[in-house]
Structure formats: structure tokens, C-alpha cells
T-cell receptor
Framework: AQRVTQPEKLLSVFKGAPVELKCNYS??????LFWYVQYSRQRLQLLLR??SRESIKGFTADLNKGETSFHLKKPFAQEEDSAMYYC???????????FGIGTKLQVIP | NAGVTQTPKFQVLKTGQSMTLQCAQD?????MYWYRQDPGMGLRLIYY???????DKGEVPNGYNVSRLNKREFSLRLESAAPSQTSVYFC?????????????FGSGTQLSVL
């Protein structure tokens, strides 16, 4: 069975500090991994996915198959980054998307 | 272009009452999904519909039924609501284009069952 683990329910950092939101997964095949974000009073939306190898709003995430991790990083946190972040794993099409429990990022001014 | 629209946004039910959550998308997506979001549990798939006329169970289907009325609409029905169904419900859709795969979410329905 596939599983996504986000060990931190809440992460508080000061503005300008580096951010790392952790995500580990378990899956026997080749997964596709995503980060979704939900800002206050907004709907859940895709932030980035590993196959794109892109940087969105300064965030990057690298898939580490050896450590089965897909941590989300940003070198300098901004107040507008405060949101709920979900790591997700997809296998065999979207009906098999598994989400983590989410990490609430709080950026302190 | 509204994306994915869910109604209602809030609902309070008594145990045993029934209700239907409505979802519509205007992006011509084939696939639609219903998730529930609970504290400490993340998002869990209730039902999905890969295309018009087909529906399949997800991870937590018990106590729910769905209808894919047409390509645009995918409703979720609680026949006899229970307190365990208190949750935030999200509808989502996804595009058939494999080069731009992502889920588009509705704004959610906050349901309380007393």
C-alpha cells in the first residue's frame, strides 16, 4: 500500500529563515509526487510536482528515491507563504492519489 | 470560467438526515473526485468518476453514494448522516492531458452532523 508521511503538523519559522517541509513516502513502484498548498480562505491548489523540476514561488522539491523523500524547501520564508501544505503521491492515475496529513506553515514576521 | 464549484459551503445536519453535495466543473474534465478532509487524516478519497457514466469507490466509501449526472456534474449523497461524517468535503476534477496532470479543487463544504 502506498503511504505519505508528513511528520510535522505545524512548522513555525521567522521571516527570512529557511523552510523545509518534510515528506516521506512508501511505494513499491515509481511514484509521481506533488505538493499542494491551501492558503487561508482559498482552495487547494497545485504548488509543484517532481517531474517538472520547477521552482514555484521560490519553493523547490527534489525526489530522493534512496531516502523515499520529497521535501519542500525555500531559502527565505515570506509571510505570504503561511498556508497548509500537503504532499501527495500518485500511482496508476488520479484515483490513486494519496495525501499526507498536511503541515501548517506559519511564518512569523 | 469558474473551475470547480461546490454547494453548499456549510451545512448542519441531524443524525439520520440525508443530503446531497453538489459539484460542477466547467473545464471539460473527464475525471472527478470526492475527498473528505479530517484533522490528522489528510485528504481521503471517497469516490471517483473516471468518465461520464462510471463511478468507483475510493478509500472511504461507506455511508456515501455518488452520481455522475453528466460530464460536468458529480454529486455526493449521504443517505443517513452520522456524526462520523462530520468533515470538510472537497470535490476535484482532473484534465485528460497527461502533460498537465493536476487536480483542480472546489472550495469545500463544511459539514457538521449533530
Amino acid at each position: 500500500a502506498q503511504r505519505v508521511t508528513q511528520p510535522e503538523k505545524l512548522l513555525s519559522v521567522f521571516k527570512g529563515a529557511p523552510v523545509e517541509l518534510k515528506c516521506n513516502y512508501s511505494y513499491s513502484g515509481s511514484p509521481e509526487l506533488f505538493w499542494y498548498v491551501q492558503y487561508s480562505r482559498q482552495r487547494l491548489q497545485l504548488l509543484l510536482r517532481h517531474i517538472s523540476r520547477e521552482s514555484i514561488k521560490g519553493f523547490t522539491a527534489d525526489l530522493n528515491k534512496g531516502e523515499t523523500s520529497f521535501h519542500l524547501k525555500k531559502p527565505f520564508a515570506q509571510e505570504e507563504d503561511s498556508a497548509m501544505y500537503y504532499c501527495a503521491l500518485m500511482s496508476g492515475g488520479y484515483q490513486k492519489v494519496t495525501f499526507g496529513i498536511g503541515t501548517k506553515l506559519q511564518v512569523i514576521p | 470560467n469558474a473551475g470547480v464549484t461546490q454547494t453548499p459551503k456549510f451545512q448542519v445536519l441531524k443524525t439520520g438526515q440525508s443530503m446531497t453535495l453538489q459539484c460542477a466543473q466547467d473545464m471539460n474534465h473527464n475525471s472527478m473526485y470526492w475527498y473528505r478532509q479530517d484533522p490528522g487524516m489528510g485528504l481521503r478519497l471517497i469516490y471517483y468518476s473516471a468518465s461520464e457514466g462510471t463511478t468507483d469507490k475510493g478509500e472511504v466509501p461507506n455511508g456515501y453514494n455518488v452520481s455522475r449526472l453528466n460530464k460536468r456534474e458529480f454529486s455526493l449523497r449521504l443517505e443517513s448522516a452520522a456524526p462520523s461524517q462530520t468533515s470538510v468535503y472537497f470535490c476535484a476534477s482532473s484534465a485528460p492531458d497527461a502533460t498537465n496532470e493536476k487536480l483542480f479543487f472546489g472550495s469545500g463544504t463544511q459539514l457538521s452532523v449533530l
